[in-house]
């Protein structure tokens, strides 16, 4: 029915040209070409020149290959039958199992009416205590984790994939090495966390257009089960890939780069990605946790710059543990005032003096005489990281309080803590 | 109108649509480009070779060469009248609960509705039959809510007209005829209480623009005292993400002494707008009593909606501004963040494949920047009376560094700078005002030279802070310890202030007096203290009862005990 072109007339990079007519913007084509079938989307008309990009990469495309334009944008298949499926960054299975077509949706669909949203308020519980005590994470809030290589932010968000209180998880891997994807694999089919898993994988060795396609696909289906009247948890890793593909792609294009070569959208892509975050009223919801690296340990480097701004703050993976300093949660104090009565004092009370043995330990190393205080505090702080920070400490949000005050008994007098006196009378342990 | 051209749809980019017309366009036209059953809208931007380059203000998804568009011969415009206030617009002033009403969850594309509800209003005629008027005059009134909502001669109608007839005193729906005017050459016109105006033409309808004197009270003390901003005056505020920004235009939004805010919400997180919208149904302004809502226009273009409608959405807020400024009132503009639709301008320039400039933003980012703020001001309108659009705009710099284009621009332009700093966000010292770097170039409410003398303390406190960084207490002497400690004091007690307390979170001018007065005498007093530890002890007690009575509302009865203790504690070590 469709017409097919089989002449191509430039290839540059992942984007080739054909001369067409009635071509619509964005629309998918289907490409065969000596390695098989492959698609393309259209991304920009110019008269009747056609640009593609080819999902498979454009290597071995020959200028006589054929190209079928199908009339459609790129749609992915939603239905239960998802989970615990694993697809590839064109939305085809990874796993060996059943190719989905049924009940195709668009990706990259229109945003939500600001007028629409309701204020979040539910506190997603992950039994990290870095999190739910100190920056909870709130159902439909976008946060990222702003990490460096070498890191265990995959290990991280595999926990948190693992335990979070959510009915639906959405992983969506960008330039993942092949070991990570196995590492995710492996945790979550183990853990039984799978069967309620969608995962879209892009590996490192994958093309880099499909690299782009991974956060609209998972975002895409998120939405979905969300007006089902489902709690989804999309997590995607890592961004900053993401932000590296949409940068070779617009230099294939020629585009003009705006800063460190990255395309003057790089904004508006993150934002219409992250915006889709949201609860909507009277049904589910979407929260997104997101690992960006900054390269070089880089905050103002344009990825984590942009993404800062356009997320509800973020959490710093550093030496193997969420720092509690920099980490912000915009969101929290919607929900920690719920939790227990003791959440907020006693969380702004284990910062400060956690602050303060930053202090002392600087005034030891620079060789200072250490007070009575200073030697309290630096019990404290031993104990805080050992016992709070540390990523493999694993309870619920009211035990993590608990071990919060037995940590500040075993350090200090009452008095010292700077806590309400009512709090104290009912939450100091009583014997040592 | 007479001649409205066509065309076709010869080429796509982003969002950048180039169009084949038949007989003539307007630059700055806009045109409905049609795919299927919906009308997308676009303006046109750029003119060469009978192809006309749309920005299109929507995804451009599914458009195909040769789709037809129709062009309108009007420049992107706005509808201005009664009913404005209280309502959500989009960038392209679609009133957003009727769009959700409409379509639900989702911003479909190509849903335009009318922006004025369809409401009857109370008209009261101030001109008769065979009056002449010009555009900007005024024909009468209707009440608006607290307002006296004054309806226009069109301010783009050219040359002198004659009223040949006006509605009585009376009931009317907002698009009826409540006037007909003619001219010498016999054209007629019907007039409503509704008028279109072109986004980006100022409205000029007054006698002459005069000088910003008068302070704009927001409630914040390091505003109002240090770095004023006055009634039709310009500021912008710069800083990193996380600085605080939004929530010092919100706090400003709620606590602002003037008529009229509007927020225009450019490419921002849509849940801070959510927040707005939650909220001030709910609080009620001090001074009306009435709820915050009834004087708030909200304009949210968030970050993930069509990017070109970013650049529609200030200046139609603008606009709204310059309308109700018309009607002798003061207004607030607060655009949140300037930056994204300095990226909206630098994304089409791209398209457009201009010569880029620095960082890839546009030449011409510096004269939109700079015409943009100009149209705030302090005017005096054709009967006397004065009203004034003041714009605070937030900057968001790439990296934190103010030395990018987008700063440097509108520094250029603006009369007050609040710059926000990283360093006191960390420190949790809010607002995170820079009171060094930052400068104000309007008169504020406190004495000039009081302020200045205060200022000097609070610089060399912190020279003297720095110095001891490298020589520790022990180098100090006792002398600029003391001026350490008044320069930290000033900072604890007046240039930090607690948002999230319900008495400290807004200070009324008054009180910023007397606070400050106070304040003005421990920093000019001399003290006898023994020694260091002495003088830390002395301000930390001095410290906590001011932060005390900081937090004491004027009708609390503890009040007049707190402030009488301040002073007494101030001046129990002063030397004589």
Known sequence: MQKIYTKIESIVGNVITVRAEGVRNNDLAEITTSRGKGYANVIKLDGDIVSLQVFQGAMGVSTGDSVRFLGVPMKVSFSDNLLGRIFDGSGRPRDNGPELTENMIEIGGPSVNPSKRIMAKNMIRTGIPMIDVFNSLVESQKLPIFSVSGEPYNELLARIAMQAEVDIIVLGGMGLKYDDYLFFKDTLEKSGAISRTIMFIHTASDPTVECTLVPDLSLAVAERFALQGKKVLVLLTDMTNFCDALKETAITMEQVPSNRGYPGDLYSSLASRYEKAVSFEGAGSVTILAVTTMPGDDVTHPVPDNTGYITEGQYYLRYGHIEPFGSLSRLKQNVNKDTRNDHRALMDAMIKLYSAYKDSLEKRSMGFMMSDWDEKLLKYGEAFESRMMDLKVNIPLEDALDEGWKILAECFEPTETGLRTELIEQYWPKER | ?576
Not at chain 2, 352 to 360: K, N, R, S
Request: glycine share 8%.
């Open chain 2, 1 to 576: 109108m007479a001649s409205v051209s066509k065309g076709h749809v010869t080429g796509v980019n982003g969002n950048m649509v180039n169009v084949r017309f038949e007989s003539q366009v307007i630059k700055n036209e806009v045109g409905y480009i049609h795919v299927g059953d919906t009308r997308l809208k676009g303006e046109i931007i750029r003119i060469t070779d009978g192809i006309a380059s749309l920005q299109v203000y929507e995804m451009t998804g599914g458009i195909a060469v040769g789709d037809e568009v129709e062009f309108t011969g009007e420049m992107l415009s706005a509808e201005l009248g009664p009913g404005l206030l209280t309502q959500v617009y989009d960038g392209l002033q679609n009133p957003l609960p009727d769009l959700a009403e409409k379509c639900g969850f989702f911003l479909e594309r190509g849903v335009y509705l009318p922006p004025l509800p369809d409401k009857d209003w109370e008209f009261t005629p101030s001109r008769k039959a065979g009056d002449r008027v010009i555009a900007g005059d005024i024909l009468g009134s209707v009440p608006e809510g607290m307002f006296t909502h004054q309806i226009f001669v069109p301010f783009t109608l050219q040359g002198e007209w004659t009223i040949k007839s006006i509605k009585e005193k009376g009931t009317y729906n907002v698009h009826a005829t409540i006037a007909v005017i003619g001219n010498r050459e016999g054209e007629e016109r019907e007039l409503s209480m509704a008028i279109t105006q072109p986004v980006k033409m100022a409205i000029k309808a007054y006698d002459e623009r005069i000088r910003p004197d008068e302070p704009m009270v927001t409630k914040v003390r390091i505003i109002d005292t240090f770095l004023p901003v006055a009634k039709g005056g310009t500021y912008c505020i710069p800083g990193p993400f996380g600085a605080g920004k939004t929530v010092l235009q919100h706090l400003t939004s709620r606590n602002a002494e003037v008529d009229i805010v509007i927020i225009a919400a450019c490419g921002e997180r849509a849940g801070e707008v959510v927040e707005v919208l939650k909220e001030f149904p709910e609080l009620i302004d001090p001074k009306t009593g009435r709820s915050l809502m009834e004087r708030t226009i909200i304009i949210c273009n968030t970050s993930s909606m069509p990017v070109a409608a970013r650049e529609a959405s200030v200046y139609t807020a603008v606009t709204m501004a310059e309308y109700y400024r018309n009607m002798g009132l003061d207004v607030l503009l607060l655009a949140d963040s300037t930056s994204r639709w300095a990226q909206a301008m630098r994304e089409m320039s791209g398209r457009l494949e201009e010569i880029p400039g620095d960082e890839a933003f546009p030449a011409y980012l510096e004269s939109r920047i700079a015409e943009f703020y100009e149209r705030a001001g302090k005017v005096r309108l054709r009967d006397g009376r004065i009203g004034s659009v003041t714009i605070g705009g937030t900057v968001s710099p790439a990296g934190g560094n103010f030395e990018e284009p987008v700063t440097q621009a509108t520094l250029k332009v603006v009369g007050a700078f609040h710059g926000l700093s990283r360093e006191r966000s960390d420190a949790r010292k809010y607002p995170a005002i820079d009171p060094l770097d930052s400068w104000s170039k309007y008169t504020g409410i406190i004495d000039k030279d009081e302020v200045e003398t205060a200022y000097s303390y609070l610089r060399r406190g912190n020279e003297v802070g720095q110095m001891m960084k490298v020589v520790g207490e022990e180098g100090t002497s006792l002398d600029d310890y003391v001026l350490y400690q008044k320069g930290e004091f000033m900072d604890a007690v007046y240039l930090q202030q607690n948002s999230f307390d319900p008495v400290d979170d807004a200070v009324t001018p008054e009180r910023q007096k007397l606070a400050f007065s106070i304040l003005y005498d421990v920093l000019t007093a001399s003290y006898s203290l023994e020694d260091k530890k002495d003088a830390r002890t002395f301000f930390n007690e001095l410290r906590q009862r001011f932060l005390d009575w900081n937090g004491t509302a004027e009708d609390d009865e503890r009040y007049d005990e707190r402030l009488s203790e301040l002073k007494a504690y101030a001046q129990s070590r002063r030397v004589k």
